[in-house]
Structures are given as structure tokens and as C-alpha cells.
């Protein structure tokens, strides 16, 4: 029965780690057709329903990012925050060259195959140590 488990382990491992190839040609793709540039964080938008805080409320956080191409200025949401953001903060911003309005902060497009890739790893990892351990 144990061996069952570490067999299912190995497999879901395997099967993440084909999910995080896919996340990584994607992103290798999205970044192919972009433009890198420097933006600014200069402020935060808040929604309700995302973050649990002390008080039960939900909130989640993004951050509004403003950068220039061609000397014209756009801002975004970002699609993901991290609690040392701050107003000022330079960002890396990807955007397309046909439609610089259309853009993404470079970190979050990343952050999907590095969690599934870190997942995958360990599973297959204890997977194939017990297997070698338990022949």
C-alpha cells in the first residue's frame, strides 16, 4: 500500500513537471513577443475577496504600475503582489510592441512554472528515494 502512494507521488511529479514545461514554453513564448521596459509602482488597487485578514475581511492587493514608451505614459494592475512592494518601486514590464498598452509585470509570468517545477521536483524526489530506498 505504501508503495502505491510513492508510485502515485512519482507519477503526480511527473505529471507537473510536463505541466511546468508547457507553463515555461509559454512564458518563453509571451516574453519572445514583448518589449521589456522599466515601470514604477505608484500605487495599489485593493478588491475584496482575496486576502483573509485578522478581521475576517478579504482584500486582495495588486499594484499600479506606470511606465513609458515613446514618451507616452500607460498604467496597468499587476497580477500579482508581494508585501514588500512599495509606491516608487521599479519593476521589470513586459509589453507588446503593437499595442504598448497591453503589458504585465516580467516577475508574475514567471512565478507559475517556478511553483509547479519546486512541486514536481519534490515529489519526484522523495518518489524515487523511497522507491530506491524500499527496492
Do not use: W
Not at 507521488?9 to 509571451?30: D, E, F, I, N, P
Not at 485578514?53 to 492587493?61: F, I, K, R, S
Not at 504600475?65 to 521589470?92: A, C, L, P, S, W
Amino acid at each position: 500500500m505504501l508503495r502505491m502512494i510513492f508510485l502515485a507521488l512519482l507519477a503526480v511529479g511527473v505529471l507537473l513537471l510536463a505541466l511546468t514545461a508547457v507553463l515555461a514554453m509559454r512564458y518563453a513564448a509571451k516574453k519572445k513577443n514583448r518589449v521589456e521596459c522599466e515601470g514604477t509602482i505608484v500605487g495599489f488597487y485593493e478588491n475584496s475577496s482575496e486576502i483573509a485578514l485578522g478581521d475576517g475581511e478579504h482584500v486582495a492587493v495588486s499594484p499600479v504600475v506606470e511606465y513609458r514608451v515613446n514618451g507616452v505614459r500607460h498604467e496597468f494592475t499587476g497580477n500579482y503582489y508581494n508585501t514588500g512592494m512599495q509606491i516608487g518601486d521599479k519593476v521589470k514590464v513586459l509589453y507588446r510592441p503593437e499595442d504598448p498598452s497591453s503589458a504585465t509585470m516580467k516577475g508574475a509570468a514567471l512565478l507559475a512554472p517556478l511553483i509547479t517545477g519546486a512541486v514536481s521536483l519534490t515529489f519526484i524526489i522523495i518518489g524515487v528515494v523511497y522507491l530506491m530506498i524500499a527496492g
